[in-house]
């Protein structure tokens, strides 16, 4: 059984969260989510930071794959020899030069979805996992105030540097914020609100764009985000492209 390592510097977020979901449409790999290189690893698929790839060359991985989508993983060097590099949004595909670039979107699981509960009493909302300077979230806040809609925040301040998230919390009260929640939790938000609004341009495709997608929920894109169409965004198609590349990489 092929070991797939999954590199990135801090597992939580979107990028965490939908190469979970790819991990689990795909279990006849062996996947390990870490945030160092697994030293038995057929394959190494890192995000962001450069050093995960020197790494898995040290450790002489045989294969080892790039994945971007957002701002800051587009500044990441794409050294020639990488069996691939996987582009998260049409964005990153792009402004990619590699020539062994492909677009792959992350994907959600229907049949998951029908299991969902909506949360009753939600107006508009924000579903971000972290909350700071990069995710913009005082946009929205206005942006809600300023319509006379009631707003509930998911997401923290957990993990950021700066505190963001505590100052905007003391500073709209009026707002709900009901802090980090597990995904499943997060789902049930999106499906029982009228509209999700965003303003952090730094995703590429956050996921959170592709459940209100499948929900058929209006979405406030302040950060101009990518909204891709629903066929290219289920989990069955996504699963297919990751499995045609891990195989191609043997």
Not at 49 to 75: V, W
Not at 144 to 168: P, Q
Not at 200 to 218: C, R, W, Y
């Amino acid at each position: 059984m092929v070991k797939i390592n999954v590199c990135m510097g801090y597992l939580i977020g979107g990028a965490y969260i939908g190469m979970l979901r790819i991990a689990k449409a795909l279990p006849q790999y062996e996947w390990c989510f870490s945030t160092t290189i697994d030293k038995d690893a057929g394959i190494v698929i890192y995000m962001n930071e450069h050093r995960f790839y020197q790494d898995a060359k040290r450790l002489k991985i045989p294969h080892i794959i790039q994945r971007k989508t957002g701002i800051r993983s587009l500044k990441v060097k794409e050294p020639a020899d990488l069996d691939a590099v996987v582009c998260g949004s049409a964005v990153s595909y792009k402004n990619s030069s590699h020539k062994k670039r492909v677009l792959i979107y992350n994907g959600i699981d229907l049949e998951h979805l029908k299991t969902i509960k909506l949360k009753p009493n939600v107006e508009w909302l924000i579903a971000e996992s972290r909350i700071g300077i990069g995710q913009q979230v005082e946009k929205s806040i206005k942006h809600a105030i300023k319509h006379s809609k009631h707003l509930t925040i998911l997401g923290s301040g957990k993990g950021v540097a700066e505190n963001t998230y505590d100052n905007l919390r003391k500073k709209y009260p009026m707002c709900s914020w009901v802090g980090r929640v597990s995904p499943d939790e997060a789902l049930s938000y999106i499906k029982g609100c009228n509209a999700i609004i965003v303003s952090n341009p730094s995703h590429g495709v956050a996921n959170q764009i592709l459940e209100a997608t499948m929900f058929d929920k209006k979405i406030i894109n302040f950060g101009n985000c990518e909204i891709p169409n629903k066929a290219d965004i289920d989990i069955n198609v996504t699963a297919r492209k990751y499995k045609e590349l891990i195989n191609s990489c043997f």
